[in-house]
């Protein structure tokens, strides 16, 4: 499939409370429609609803056809129980969004991490390390309890983590490296320790998280 090496579906959306581009179905929709054109091929999308337990999920197929050629990709995303301000049609239709782009990535074989090319991409591996001062502070023993207690939330902070990047297509990275500095920006984070450290954390990746939720409706 010669889309596939010559499509550049571009993060066109903009998450303002993780400060990370994202993209979704319909930037890769925009981006593909003129390939297909110029390659006398169609691209259909279709949707079908599964019950799997007490789960509700939304199953896209993507299908390619061009010439002699088709193929063929799926993708499954589940419908939340509740969204908060939005009705059951709404839901079923934010996860219809999610599985056609997990499809469409599938298909045209699109990698949701940075791309080396790209000019933030320069930016944030290109700039000249800072000087650090030293501000570290007296290390406190923790207790075993504590240790583990840290560990719990660490944990927690990754799958919130995960759970965003997947629902928006970001890179965790880029995710988890936003939070990080929104945390450092707190005075709760500068002065806590590290069970402190980790709460800060976890309280901002599952805010992030609920307005993910709310907000990305595409």
Not at 34 to 45: H, I, R, V
Request: charged share 25%; hydrophobic share 30%; aromatic share 6%.
């Amino acid at each position: 499939m010669n889309i596939q090496s010559q499509l550049v579906a571009p993060k066109g959306q903009w998450n303002n409370f993780g400060n990370y581009a994202y993209r979704s179905a319909e930037d890769i929709l925009n981006a593909v429609k003129p390939l297909l054109k110029e390659n006398e091929a169609t691209l259909t999308l279709t949707d079908e609803p599964l019950l799997v337990g007490d789960w509700h999920y939304i199953k896209a197929t993507a299908t390619f056809r061009a010439e002699d050629e088709e193929q063929i990709v799926t993708a499954y995303a589940r419908e939340s129980e509740t969204k908060k301000g939005m009705d059951g049609s709404q839901i079923t239709g934010t996860a219809s969004s999610y599985a056609r782009k997990y499809a469409l990535n599938g298909l045209f074989l699109i990698d949701d991490t940075k791309d080396a090319d790209s000019n933030g991409y320069h930016k944030q591996n290109n700039k000249p390390a800072p000087k650090k001062k030293n501000t570290a502070k007296p290390k406190i023993q923790m207790s075993s309890q504590e240790q583990n207690t840290v560990q719990n939330k660490g944990k927690l902070f990754k799958t919130f983590v995960g759970q965003i990047a997947e629902t928006l297509g970001a890179d965790q990275k880029d995710v988890q490296k936003g939070l990080v500095d929104q945390a450092k920006n707190t005075d709760e984070y500068k002065n806590g320790n590290s069970n402190q450290q980790a709460t800060v954390l976890v309280r901002l990746a599952e805010a992030m998280k609920k307005q993910v939720q709310n907000d990305n409706k595409k």
